[in-house]
């Protein structure tokens, strides 16, 4: 579907199947062709760059259960999981963020996925994929029902802990002893929260996280050195009341990225992607926070589009139907520094209501 083409990059060295970590306190700091080459150098010419395909998927592999995505990816007869795996494969990324992938204590899915993939001659070896916030208890009863220890009194909405979950896998090696994970960081100490606004229960902003999934930021080892991929997928702003504390929650998991740009600065080279669940322009949410993202000139936006993107919307990465029509809700935003080659998205909806989004970066 308009995918430039290009070498396969395949990794050498083999993690575990999911390459997971348990995830410790987060301190409440917060923001806080090597033979080419040489020849290039004995010829006095450049060395060629070396280019890195990235691509964000949230592929519907979420089921009301655990367990359930598992045996699904072990019988191979699912429609809906065939469709998104050749989707994925169609893309063929050096490194792949999914978004929506039912997380499990071993990594089992992960796992399985992986074989399925592999099974397409999609070779990702190595995989990060810690718990995430979705379906973890708060104790409270968030959404005032009177009711708790339901989805919506977690960390995140998830019918059971690891619903909806974050994975990264690669091609390349994932340096797991360097990446940071912020999932802990309290919604109470992002500057500026709307946290006061959301109407929370009492004592519930102690321990309430921000991010709805996860926040990391872990580095992917390349041959222009490692490259920072700033990760996470952020709450839908609707399903709350006139408290709007969904829309105020996924405008604050947005503009924490502002606030971690300007605590880490922009000298490692580094790419923010993900689910951002919100449209700069159209549908529900508070959509000057994206604005402000997009603008910020720390940052690029590839803008990528497709020839079979729908019709007057070319930006466009979900389509959810009603009346609100096809959104851009997916990203990949590199850093000013980078050098885009091209950009895309891909979709099939007999796979997802998201489409895949790709970026290829020309690293040095």
Do not use: C
């Not at 360097?178 to 999932?183: N, V």
């Amino acid at each position: 579907m308009g995918l430039p083409s290009r070498q396969p990059v395949h990794a050498r060295h083999r993690d575990g199947p999911g390459g997971q970590h348990d995830r410790g306190k987060t301190p409440r700091l917060g923001l806080g062709g090597v033979a080419s080459g040489l020849i290039a150098v004995f010829l006095g010419l450049p060395a060629a760059a070396e280019t890195l395909r990235l691509a964000t998927f949230s592929p519907g592999l979420s089921r009301p259960g655990p367990g359930l995505v598992l045996a699904a990816l072990q019988k191979g007869n699912d429609p809906q999981i065939t469709a998104a795996i050749a989707l994925i494969a169609e893309a063929n990324a050096d490194v792949l963020l999914l978004t929506d992938l039912d997380w499990d204590y071993r990594a089992e899915a992960l796992g399985a996925l992986q074989r399925r993939l592999a099974g397409q001659g999609l070779d990702y070896p190595f995989a990060h994929a810690p718990q995430p916030n979705t379906g973890i208890d708060t104790g409270f009863d968030i959404d005032g029902n009177g009711r708790f220890s339901e989805p919506r009194d977690a960390q995140g909405y998830g019918q059971f802990t690891g619903q909806h979950g974050l994975a990264l896998l690669s091609k390349r090696p994932i340096l797991t002893d360097q990446a940071r994970d912020f999932s802990a960081f309290l919604w109470a100490d992002l500057p500026g929260s709307q946290l006061p606004q959301a109407d929370l229960p009492e004592g519930a902003g102690a321990v309430q996280r921000l991010a709805s999934t996860a926040f990391w930021d872990v580095p992917v080892q390349t041959g222009a050195g490692a490259l920072h991929i700033w990760a996470y997928a952020a709450t839908t702003p609707v399903f709350d009341g006139l408290e709007d504390r969904n829309g105020r929650r996924n405008a604050d998991e947005t503009a924490f990225w502002r606030h971690y740009l300007a605590r880490a600065g922009s000298s490692a080279p580094f790419v923010l992607m993900g689910l951002a669940n919100l449209d700069p322009d159209r549908g529900e949410g508070q959509r000057a926070a994206m604005r402000r993202l997009l603008a910020d000139p720390r940052l690029q936006d590839p803008r990528p589009t497709a020839t079979d993107a729908p019709a007057g919307h070319p930006l466009a990465t979900a389509d959810f139907g009603g009346t609100v029509g096809p959104l851009r809700v997916d990203y990949i935003l590199p850093a000013a520094g980078l050098k885009v080659q091209a950009a895309g998205t891909l979709g099939d909806p007999r796979a997802s209501k998201h489409r895949l989004v790709w970026v290829d970066l020309a690293l040095p």
